[in-house]
């Protein structure tokens, strides 16, 4: 046999591709990961929001959950790099972003919309606080910071899907 071979598949594994000059993919796994963890943890107060769309709270925690999969794929695809956690990585960066386009739908229309909440008594005006004023404010809150999680973690797995794609697609 010659020594003049084409190399063979292991050894030169397939990694995701750079982007640019200062993309990480570690890190992009890790923030993702974060951001899933954040949804997830939001998950608590949108159950008990959730008043208008009656499963509210099952759009952060699927979306929460398929972030951490897409990243904790990204991540060991990144540290030991083989085509099949590669592929994982790339079909859970697409269902991340399937689910992030979901999400940011839902996220926009609860955070767009108001509650059907009587207005406060006079009672309640005269003490400067109205429970309904709070709720509505809480409720408009836990809305905007999920879809602004929600936007950001759009971008991660744009980058960790599109990465992935062009490192197979490469080798």
Same mark, same amino acid.
Request: with cysteine; proline share 6%; charged share 15%.
């Given at each position: 046999?010659?020594?003049?071979?084409?190399?063979?598949?292991?050894?030169?594994?397939?990694?995701?591709h750079r982007l640019f000059k200062f993309y990480d993919?570690?890190?992009?796994?890790? @923030? @993702?990961?974060?951001?899933?963890?954040?949804?997830?943890?939001? @998950?608590?107060?949108?159950?008990? +929001?959730?008043?208008?769309?009656?499963?509210?709270?099952? %759009?952060?925690?699927?979306?929460?959950? !398929?972030?951490? +999969?897409?990243?904790?794929?990204?991540?060991?695809?990144?540290?030991?790099?083989?085509?099949?956690?590669?592929?994982?990585?790339?079909?859970? #960066? =697409?269902?991340? =972003? !399937?689910?992030?386009?979901? #999400?940011?739908?839902?996220? #926009?229309?609860?955070?767009?919309?108001?509650?059907?909440?009587?207005? %406060?008594?006079?009672?309640?005006?005269?003490?400067?606080?109205?429970?309904?004023?709070?709720?509505?404010?809480?409720?408009?809150?836990?809305?905007?910071?999920?879809?602004?999680?929600?936007?950001?973690?759009?971008?991660?797995? %744009?980058?960790?899907?599109?990465?992935?794609?062009?490192? =197979?697609?490469?080798?």
């Amino acid at each position: 046999m010659s020594s003049n071979q084409m190399p063979s598949a292991d050894l030169d594994p397939p990694k995701f591709h750079r982007l640019f000059k200062f993309y990480d993919p570690e890190v992009v796994a890790l @923030t @993702t990961i974060l951001l899933g963890l954040f949804q997830l943890l939001l @998950t608590i107060p949108a159950y008990n +929001i959730s008043l208008d769309i009656k499963y509210f709270f099952m %759009c952060p925690l699927c979306v929460g959950s !398929v972030s951490v +999969i897409a990243g904790s794929f990204g991540m060991a695809s990144e540290r030991t790099p083989k085509r099949e956690l590669l592929k994982n990585s790339l079909i859970s #960066g =697409l269902a991340g =972003l !399937v689910g992030t386009l979901i #999400g940011l739908i839902m996220y #926009g229309y609860a955070a767009s919309t108001s509650l059907d909440i009587p207005p %406060c008594s006079h009672e309640s005006l005269e003490y400067h606080t109205c429970p309904e004023t709070i709720f509505q404010n809480f409720y408009k809150t836990i809305s905007g910071q999920l879809l602004f999680y929600n936007i950001a973690a759009l971008v991660l797995h %744009c980058f960790l899907s599109f990465s992935a794609f062009k490192g =197979l697609r490469i080798h």
